[in-house]
Nanobody, 123 residues
Framework: QVRLVESGGGLVQTGNSLTLSCSASGPTFSTYVLAWFRQAPGKEREFVAALSTETNSEHYGNSAKGRITISRDNAKNTVYLQINSLKPEDTAVYYC????????????????WGQGIQVTVSS
């Protein structure tokens, strides 16, 4: 069974930075594509970033583009999302996701989801 657990969220001020972590476990984890999505109040879930654990290739969505960095630590089975220059529109529940195939992420239908973690940006 695949398990994804997010951490590092909370209340932050506009202009600051934070890093979210996703601890992952499960079979063939090293072959999974790892991704971050977010959903703001009243809005649809949107793609933020993804990383292939096999090739270490990165892909970013339009959301927060230029202010985010996705990375991983395979030894800890953890993927990170760093967000700089936080804005109020970054307020959302952030979800870690994974799939054994890139198509699952690209199609917005990853095989596995974390529980989500709240990020609230205030002035």
């Amino acid at each position: 069974q695949v398990r994804l657990v997010e951490s590092g969220g909370g209340l932050v001020q506009t202009g600051n930075s934070l890093t979210l972590s996703c601890s992952a476990s499960g079979p063939t984890f090293s072959t999974y594509v790892l991704a971050w999505f977010r959903q703001a109040p009243g809005k649809e879930r949107e793609f933020v970033a993804a990383l292939s654990t096999e090739t270490n290739s990165e892909h970013y969505g339009n959301s927060a583009k230029g202010r985010i960095t996705i990375s991983r630590d395979n030894a800890k089975n953890t993927v990170y999302l760093q967000i700089n220059s936080l804005k109020p529109e970054d307020t959302a529940v952030y979800y870690c996701a994974s799939d054994s195939h890139w198509a699952g992420i690209g199609g917005g239908r990853p095989a596995y989801w974390g529980q989500g973690i709240q990020v609230t940006v205030s002035s």
